[in-house]
């Protein structure tokens, strides 16, 4: 079993999402972007979790865990990604 965040290699990670776009058919000409949440910032991977919406839930458990996690990250990293963003646009 594949958790979140542990596992195979992230290269591993990477090959499965390729696969996965390469067979999914364009949408209005534009290709979807498939990214592995494991592997993804925890930033980027709240805002998913936040905005997206899951599709398939074949572990309650490992969902709940991974959502926990990031939750988690993103309360550490936030506070100093706002910084880094207010220092390079000065807002």
């Not at 880094?84 to 646009?89: D, V």
């Amino acid at each position: 079993m594949v958790t979140p965040l542990n596992g195979l290699p992230e290269h591993e990670y990477e090959r499965i999402a390729n696969a996965i776009s390469d067979e999914l058919p364009k949408l209005d000409g534009h290709p979807f972007d498939v990214v592995p949440l494991n592997t993804a910032n925890s930033i980027f991977a709240f805002k998913v979790i936040k905005g997206g919406r899951l599709i398939y839930n074949r572990m309650p458990s490992v969902i709940t865990d991974f959502i926990e996690r990031i939750s988690r990250l993103y309360g550490e990293n936030y506070p100093r990604y706002r910084e880094a963003l207010r220092m390079i646009t000065g807002v």
